[in-house]
């Protein structure tokens, strides 16, 4: 009797390392008997992959055993895998539409609930080396429709701007579309990138660039300051500008999930409104909830 046991310790103790392994922890219901809680999937903005990561990662530090997946593909990836039910939580940069909302109600079972977790400056950035210091947003929107070509038209060097943007996937593409070109198309000469890190990247490589994306991206470029009309004040992005929402383009960034959702998804996202989480918002480079 004594070796079954022994055999028996061992054999549970080999299966809950396989479990933790395969990205699930085992924990022991009242009855005794094992259950697996499964991993939390949150999908959606590439804008908010640096913050989702953060969050996932401190959050699994404070809970042990507890595994969350974070991936980005554009908030349209993350909120069409809400609606098909593939994803515990989506990320999005922009609002879900009430079409959207009435899809995932009905493929979910359960209303959708929208939790903005952070707030976000929608930033225009160019080269270090580019003089323009800012621009109003209809000179923004112009630029990005093709009316504008040259640097020379909005009060800088005699040379021609080089578009960059994002995937009609993104969220802040839609953003964008929405707040500064005022739902006209682009400009077929803006080379659309995956991901604001791409967007960053080329404009900081091309001293005639110019891109969009969140601040938190910010890394040797220059954002500029906005203006939303020509006789307005120039505002740039700050936590300040974007709290009292002074800056035009300021915007938050949303947490979407069925209103029957399991406790993981729950547990996680309200721990991301505490204090605790909201800190880490602020190291990655957005602004926390005021």
């Not at 969050?55 to 042990?64: G, I, R, V």
């Not at 080269?127 to 112009?142: C, G, H, L, R, S």
């Not at 500064?180 to 991901?195: E, I, N, Y």
């Amino acid at each position: 009797m004594r070796a079954t046991s022994t055999f028996t310790r061992v054999l549970f103790a080999g299966t809950l390392t396989l479990a933790l392994a395969c990205g699930q922890r085992t924990e022991q219901s009242a009855g005794g008997e094992s259950r697996r809680t499964k991993p939390l999937t949150i999908k959606g903005s590439d804008t908010m992959v640096i913050l989702g990561q953060r969050l996932s990662e401190e959050y699994m530090k404070k809970n042990p055993g507890e595994v969350v997946q974070v991936t980005g593909g554009g908030s349209g990836t993350g909120i069409a895998a809400l609606i098909n039910g593939t994803v515990d939580l989506a990320q999005s940069s922009r609002a879900m539409t009430d079409e959207e909302k009435s899809k995932a109600q009905q493929n979910r079972g359960a209303a959708i609930v929208e939790t903005p977790v952070a707030l976000d400056a929608l930033s225009v950035f160019v080269n270090e080396a580019n003089p323009v210091k800012e621009m109003t947003i209809p000179q923004v929107a112009d630029i990005y429709m093709g009316k504008v070509r040259n640097w020379r038209q909005v009060g800088g060097p005699n040379a021609p701007i080089v578009l960059y943007g994002r995937e009609n996937s993104s969220g802040t593409y839609d953003y964008f579309r929405e707040h500064v070109l005022k739902k006209a198309d682009f400009s077929p000469s803006v080379q659309t990138l995956q991901g604001t890190a791409a967007v960053i990247n080329a404009v900081a490589k091309d001293r005639n660039g110019i891109g969009y994306g969140g601040i938190a991206y910010a890394k040797d470029v220059r954002a500029v300051g906005i203006k939303k009309d020509a006789a307005s004040k120039a505002i740039y992005p700050a936590e300040a500008t974007v709290a009292d929402g002074s800056y035009p383009l300021s915007r938050k960034l949303f947490f979407y999930y069925p209103a029957n959702a399991p406790e993981r998804v729950t547990t996680f996202v309200q721990w991301s409104l505490a204090p605790e989480a909201q800190a880490f918002v602020s190291e990655v480079g957005y602004f926390p909830l005021r």
